[in-house]
């Protein structure tokens, strides 16, 4: 099985590397980590991950904008939502912009590793 790429996009230094952590034990390569929605666009084009996890808040660029070019560079592209902000509107709004789930920081640990396990056994890109 080939190896999923991930690129981790979070303003903090502290939630890409427990991102990271969490992902690389669940099999995950890790394609690129990102501080902003600026920089995420510029590096999803330049490495095309099987998947990318997103905050919310962000500076430059807020995580729904990106979601939103995102999806209008990359049709395909499976992002994941991470973010403290707990709004059922922002999370309404992540999905129909094309997020496949959300998930709440502080996040349980196990949640997201089993998200990443049962990614990478599910290969839903063509």
Not at 38 to 48: C, D, G, K, R, S
Not at 83 to 110: T, Y
């Amino acid at each position: 099985m080939k190896t999923k790429r991930l690129l981790v996009v979070d303003d903090a230094l502290f939630m890409r590397k427990c991102i990271r952590e969490i992902a690389e034990a669940a099999g995950w390569e890790i394609a690129g980590e990102a501080e902003d929605g600026e920089q995420a666009l510029v590096m999803y084009q330049q490495i095309n991950p099987d998947l990318v996890t997103l905050d919310i808040v962000m500076p430059k660029l807020d995580g729904v904008s990106t979601l939103k070019k995102l999806i209008q560079q990359d049709p395909r592209a499976r992002v994941v939502m991470i973010s403290a902000v707990n709004q059922k509107p922002k999370l309404i709004e992540c999905i129909k912009a094309g997020a496949m789930d959300f998930i709440v920081k502080p996040f349980d640990k196990a949640r997201l590793l089993e998200f990443f396990i049962k990614s990478l056994a599910t290969d839903s890109q063509p």
